[in-house]
């Protein structure tokens, strides 16, 4: 019987590499040619991004950003880390608002993350199965649909790992050694950028604490430099951007009691990992399909756990601990597990064909393989075939943002779905609005934050359209087109309501 270590001859590791990296370079190139033009109303927290790094060039508050919480529906904090902000300011300062520049960046951090990724899986999985890590995790359809927004995601998901495979093998620089030394403050600065761009970076410190409780009986003093190192560079970044509520403390108002959707969403956390790889259709070969993939990913864990606790196995523990206490997010909130879930898929793949013989194992492997591509490509079709999104640089859109910018005042307050994208381009203070029925009534959480006006957009109206229909006198039509309309709300009509 022979081990998944036999099933190739072992190579020199710079072709190892070299083959690794020419599989990156030609994905990087893939997600840069495939980059969609403008951007969707969908996932609007770029909005809110691209405020930040305009106020960073413009020397204003960074957290002054025109989007106002609604405590009914908080679809973000007020202020995001600064990271990624700083990150696309001198771009943003050279070329303004370009859409595939700023994307590109994007791409950019997804090609560094695969290559990373490759490096820390050559650990565990040897040839060929590690040249299948980069294709299965560059190829993944939701990374590739993630990269056409301007969001934090991607490049959070570079400096996550970069700090992995740099606290698994510190063990392999001598003592004492001046890599050793400067190793520590790279591992501080790279936990810091982790946080500074996702608040979810905060569990890189305590895991890194921790393993090295449970490993050595006590903290090293290399986690406690890199730890105070991290607090110390985050307090400075604190300090000279005044990013009050951008970090750990801006998610905090939307915690609520635990209940039955904080399990729930443990159970939901394991479909979004089927939903990001597979598309739904037909079920009679994606449900069996991921089953198979879990399968081999639950073998996967089980070999890496026998070779000892890891500090990726803390930080997937924390980090379903909060996907756990924050309910009702998205599934791209699952991206910081997927690179470890194909990881273990491939460990299980080769362990299981390690123990057929040579043939066996090649024929094993690659109808897995196959099948696992054929469910990309399913994937892919319904991405592609499926009707357009609203783009903000429509004309239709174009027409609606130049209107509120040219003839509505500057202190006014807009009522919106997508409240930062509107702040950020029309420069008016926005909120959204929220559907709850046993909440505030929508009307009255109106009058209380005295907004001016309403933009209803067509293809998504939610409850605003049955208010404005069931409250003809309160909101006056100013403009019509082929997705929006945009009213006025009368408010001294509202206050003789409320008398």
């Not at 909005?47 to 529906?73: C, E, F, K, V, W």
């Not at 199965?129 to 959070?156: C, Q």
């Not at 040579?358 to 892919?380: D, H, S």
């Not at 006198?473 to 709300?489: K, P, T």
Request: hydrophobic share 50%; proline share 6%; with cysteine.
């Amino acid at each position: 019987m022979n081990s998944a270590q036999d099933l190739s001859p072992d190579q020199p590791g710079a072709v190892r590499t070299g083959l690794g990296a020419l599989i990156v370079l030609a994905l990087t190139c893939f997600h840069l040619l495939t980059i969609t033009p403008g951007h969707t109303w969908y996932i609007c927290d770029f909005g809110l991004y691209l405020q930040h790094t305009h106020n960073i060039l413009a020397g204003i508050d960074y957290s002054r950003t025109g989007y106002l919480i609604n405590p009914y529906r908080i679809i973000s904090p007020a202020a995001y880390p600064p990271v990624f902000p700083l990150i696309l300011t001198p771009f943003y300062a050279l070329f303004g608002l370009n859409y595939f520049l700023l994307k590109s960046v994007v791409v950019v951090f997804f090609g560094a993350m695969l290559g990373v990724t490759f490096l820390w899986a050559r650990k565990y999985v040897r040839a060929p199965f590690v040249y299948f890590y980069p294709l299965l995790l560059g190829l993944t359809p939701a990374l590739w649909e993630n990269k056409n927004f301007i969001l934090s995601d991607l490049p959070f998901l570079f400096f996550l790992f970069a700090v992995v495979m740099l606290a698994e093998r510190r063990e392999e620089v001598p003592a004492g050694s001046d890599r050793r030394r400067w190793t520590w403050v790279l591992m501080g600065l790279l936990i810091s950028l982790s946080y500074g761009t996702r608040a979810v970076g905060i569990i890189l410190a305590p895991s890194l604490l921790i393993h090295d409780l449970i490993r050595y009986r006590k903290p090293t003093l290399f986690s406690l430099a890199a730890t105070l190192l991290a607090v110390g560079l985050l307090t400075i970044q604190s300090l000279l951007l005044s990013s009050h509520g951008s970090g750990l403390s801006g998610y905090i108002i939307q915690l609520e009691g635990i209940g039955s959707q904080n399990f729930y969403n443990l159970f939901l956390a394991l479909k979004n990992l089927g939903r990001l790889i597979l598309g739904p259709e037909p079920l009679w070969f994606s449900y069996p399909l991921f089953a198979a993939i879990l399968a081999l990913a639950a073998w996967g864990l089980i070999i890496q756990l026998r070779r000892g606790l890891a500090l990726i196995h803390l930080l997937a523990l924390c980090y379903l601990g909060v996907l756990f206490l924050f309910p009702h997010q998205p599934a791209r909130y699952l991206f910081a597990l997927l690179p470890l879930f194909l990881l273990w898929f491939l460990m299980g793949l080769q362990d299981l064909a390690g123990r057929m013989n040579r043939r066996r194992a090649g024929a094993f492997a690659a109808l897995i393989l196959t099948a696992v591509f054929m469910g990309y490509g399913l994937k892919y079709h319904a991405l592609i075939t499926r009707p357009p999104r609203p783009r903000v640089d429509a004309p239709a859109a174009v027409e609606m943002l130049d209107f509120i910018k040219s003839k509505t005042p500057l202190s006014s307050r807009i009522m919106f779905s997508n409240p930062r994208v509107l702040a950020f381009i029309t420069g008016r203070e926005s909120s959204v609005w929220h559907c709850t029925p046993e909440k505030e009534d929508l009307l009255t959480y109106i009058k209380r934050i005295r907004a001016t006006h309403l933009v209803l957009p067509l293809w998504k109206p939610e409850c605003a359209a049955r208010l404005i229909r069931d409250h003809p006198d309160v909101f006056q039509e100013l403009m019509a087109n082929e997705m929006f309309r945009v009213y006025l709300i009368l408010q001294d009509v509202l206050e003789k309501q409320g008398n």
